[in-house]
C-alpha cells in the first residue's frame, strides 16, 4: 500500500505560479510512475501529467503543456509539478498518483493521494 501526502495547493493570481509536492511513504518509490490528475468543480477527474520511473519520459495534457513541469526526486520519494503562467481554469483539487505503469488513464492499480486544492483568481 503506497501513500501519498500532497501539498503546495492555495489561493494565486492568474498568472502566478505554484509547486505542488506529493510525499510518498513507499520504500520502492522507484517502482512506481508518478503522476499528477485533477479535477475541477462539477467537472470529471483529468491527468494532467506523469513522470516514469527513473524520471527520463514525461507526458502532459495539452492544456497545460508549456506550462507545467513534473519531476522527481527518488531519494527523497517526492514528486513534483512546477506550475507557471496559472489560469483560473486550472482551478481544481489536484491528486498525486502512483502507477506501476506509465499511465495517462484512471486505473485499478492506481494509488491517490487526497488532494490539494489550487485557487486560480482572475
Not at 506529493?22 to 517502482?31: G, V
Not at 514528486?79 to 502507477?99: F, G, H, I, R
Amino acid at each position: 500500500q503506497v501513500q501519498l501526502v500532497e501539498s503546495g495547493g492555495g489561493l494565486v493570481q492568474a498568472g502566478s505560479s505554484l509547486r505542488l509536492s506529493c510525499a510518498a511513504s513507499e520504500r520502492t518509490f522507484s517502482n512506481y510512475a508518478m503522476g499528477w490528475f485533477r479535477q475541477a468543480p462539477g467537472k470529471e477527474r483529468e491527468f494532467v501529467a506523469v513522470i516514469s520511473w527513473g524520471g527520463k519520459t514525461t507526458h502532459y495534457a495539452d492544456s497545460v503543456k508549456g506550462r507545467f513541469t513534473i519531476s522527481r526526486d527518488n531519494a527523497k520519494n517526492t514528486v513534483y509539478l512546477q506550475m507557471n503562467s496559472l489560469k483560473p481554469e486550472d482551478t481544481a483539487v489536484y491528486y498525486c498518483t502512483a502507477d506501476p505503469l506509465f499511465s495517462t488513464q484512471v486505473r485499478r492499480g492506481t494509488y491517490w493521494g487526497k488532494g490539494t486544492l489550487v485557487t486560480v483568481s482572475s
